[in-house]
């Protein structure tokens, strides 16, 4: 657990960074800062592990006051990870990976088998161990950034922006292979960002800051959503608050129909006659993973991949409403597609039936 | 041509202590020696005004200050002046060596200063931050990542102090300045030319020996094109051989 208690940091001319900050980041769970720029929130992660020295104010890690620890040690023992990636040009990703096991004395062999063992845990080709920093992806390189931070097994995370630079993407990739590592290792981490997006998607708590690093509000995603304290952070969570917030809401049991399938290949005689007069058919695999939608109506021949409409996405059950009322409303025939966890088809669902469960649930706001 | 020729292949000039073989071995030792007192003032200075940032002021007036000094005025000044106190063979000596000194400071220092200041930010903060002291950051990080500007200041330096070095024999010293002096005192064009076109190519020979270092002791991770580039070709193999 790492404790800010009314931490203030003021830059020599008066600039106060951070202004009288307290909150808790809970062990095990990631925390996000955001806010806009100059809100202090770059500052207040550097100060946790003394890059920054705060004006006033305790921070303690696990009970811990990290102002009486030597800055090194208190730094070996927290993952770092930077926006730049920051990996050093002049040594191989692996021994990128080991700088600090080796800083802590581990000997040679055991911190590069530590290396090798982490790329693969990130993600990359453990033939990457052997080239340097500037033959890799800006992705890749972030991956390196995260494995590097993680080598010397550090119970706390500081990550500092380390998924802005890389395209949208890949940031995507990067940010739910996060979620993935941190659900099998549950470190705490402190996470800044200035994209709201990214806070409510990672974060377990979300610390909105205002500039002069005051706290705005600390909340879950969803009540962030569902309540945002004031108008600040209001305007800062931006529009479709409403509809994100159903991102957080699971599902209940939905009103499920079956959906008449055609397998793709199939003539589209037989696809009109399993249509039966509706204008679109589901066009599923062997396994019945839905493909997409076809229009009998307007084919010849046999249905093949290149026919089909794909705007629809696709829900699992037990999924979120947002995603349920999303795939519902962004399918042609306006029926939404829901799938298991094998990706084969449930059934489907209508908007209207999303918005009766949505309608349904007990009022006010999450806890 | 023919003069330099003549020169060039009489036995004469390849023997004794005012042969090819000596004045090229006097040549390389007051180089030498100039380069290891530069670099031994230049390096550490320059790492620690990269490192702490401290002084940058200095390096860019000192730098700019000491192109315009005239070295052969300010050969025969430092001779002026030290050579009464010193007396002797060195009263010529250490003079010619001070001066050289002075030219090659600045590229070797302008190098390290240049090479740790252009490191990039974010690899001094990572380091920072994953807990290297600021002299393991220096050490580790900054002065392997700014070899390759170091090695091109102390390279510039070397082919500077190889060329001026043969002024040292207008006050009397050897080297292979002394054909030049020389022949122009007897009007042997031939031996003038020998010792500029010996010059020129001791001067490559040394660059070429420091090259050859520097690839050995740069980290491939540094080079960018040359390693991209056979990455690039091998990745062109692999994917036009048949598998």
């Known amino acids: 657990m790492i404790r800010f208690t009314d931490v203030t940091k003021v830059y020599p001319g008066g600039t106060t960074a951070v202004g009288g900050l307290s909150l808790t980041a809970p062990t095990g769970q990631i925390t996000v800062l955001v806010g806009p720029s100059g809100c202090g929130k770059t500052t ?22 990290t102002g009486t620890l030597d800055p090194n040690e208190l730094r070996r023992g927290i993952g770092y990870v930077i926006q730049s990636g920051g990996l050093f040009p002049h040594r191989t990703i692996l021994d990128n990976i080991a700088t600090v096991p080796l800083l ?14 982490l790329l693969e845990r990130v993600g990359l080709d453990p033939v990457l161990g052997k080239r340097y920093p500037n033959q890799l992806s800006g992705g890749q390189q972030q991956r390196v950034g995260v494995a590097r931070a993680l080598a010397a097994d550090p119970p706390v995370m500081l990550m500092d922006e380390p998924f802005s630079a890389v395209d949208p993407v890949v940031r995507e990739q990067l940010q739910d292979e996060f979620l993935r590592l941190q659900s099998e290792l549950g470190k705490t981490i402190v996470f800044v960002t200035h994209d709201i997006d990214e806070a409510v998607k990672l974060g377990d708590q979300v610390a909105v800051l205002r500039v002069g690093g005051r706290l705005a509000q600390l909340a879950s995603p969803a009540k962030l959503l569902s309540d945002p304290h004031d108008d600040f952070v209001a305007d800062f969570l931006g529009r479709d608050r409403g509809y994100r917030g159903l991102a957080f809401a699971e599902a209940p049991e939905l009103p499920l129909r079956d959906e008449p399938v055609v397998l793709l290949g199939s003539s589209v005689e037989q696809a009109a006659a399993i249509a039966a007069g509706d204008r679109w058919v589901l066009v599923v ?5 839905p493909l997409g939608w076809a229009e009998p109506g307007v084919l010849t021949g046999v249905i093949d991949r290149d026919h089909l409409h ?25 029926r939404g597609v829901l799938v298991d966890d094998a990706d084969s088809l449930v059934g ?7 918005l009766a469960a949505i309608e349904r649930r007990p009022d006010g706001v999450p806890a | 041509m023919n003069l330099l020729w003549r020169w060039l292949t009489d036995p004469a000039s390849w023997e004794g202590s005012a042969g090819i073989p000596a004045r090229v071995a006097e040549h390389l030792a007051y180089s030498a020696s100039t380069l290891v007192l530069a670099a031994l003032i230049g390096i550490p200075l320059g790492l620690w005004i990269g490192h702490t940032g401290r002084g940058r002021v200095l390096v860019v007036n000192l730098v700019n200050g000491m192109r315009s000094v005239p070295t052969l005025g300010l050969l025969f000044a430092a001779v002026l002046v030290l050579g009464p106190l010193l007396g002797g063979d060195i009263a010529f000596l250490v003079p010619s060596i001070f001066v050289l000194v002075l030219l090659a400071v600045p590229p070797i220092l302008a190098g390290a200063y240049a090479g740790v200041e252009g490191v990039d930010p974010g690899a001094r903060d990572a380091a920072r931050g994953m807990g290297m002291s600021s002299r393991e950051v220096l050490f580790r990080v900054e002065v ?11 390279r510039s330096a070397a082919l500077q102090v190889i ?26 064009y031939g031996q003038m030319a020998g010792g500029a076109l010996l010059v020129a190519v001791l001067a490559m020979l040394v660059d070429l020996v420091f090259a050859v270092v520097q690839r050995l002791v740069v980290s491939p991770g540094l080079a960018p094109a040359r390693t991209s580039r056979r990455a690039a070709r091998r990745a062109a193999a692999a994917a036009l051989s048949p598998t």
């Open chain 2, 163 to 188: 060329a001026t070095a043969t002024l040292a024999a207008s006050v009397s010293l050897g080297g292979l300045g002394r054909f030049l002096i020389d022949g122009q005192a007897y009007r042997d």
């Open chain 1, 44 to 65: 207040s992660l550097r100060m946790i592990n003394r890059m920054i020295e705060p004006t006033s104010g305790t921070i303690e890690i696990d009970g811990r006051d």
């Open chain 1, 310 to 334: 794909r705007g629809g996405t696709v829900a699992r059950v037990g999924g979120s409403l947002r995603a349920a009322l999303d795939a519902a409303l962004s399918s042609p025939s306006r």
């Open chain 1, 104 to 117: 802590l004395g581990w000997d040679r062999a055991r911190a590069r088998a530590r290396a090798q063992d």
């Open chain 1, 285 to 289: 695999d062997e396994a019945r993973a």
């Open chain 2, 144 to 154: 392997p990542c700014a070899l390759p500007l170091i090695f091109s200041g102390l």
């Open chain 1, 348 to 354: 489907t669902v209508r908007a209207p039936d999303v």
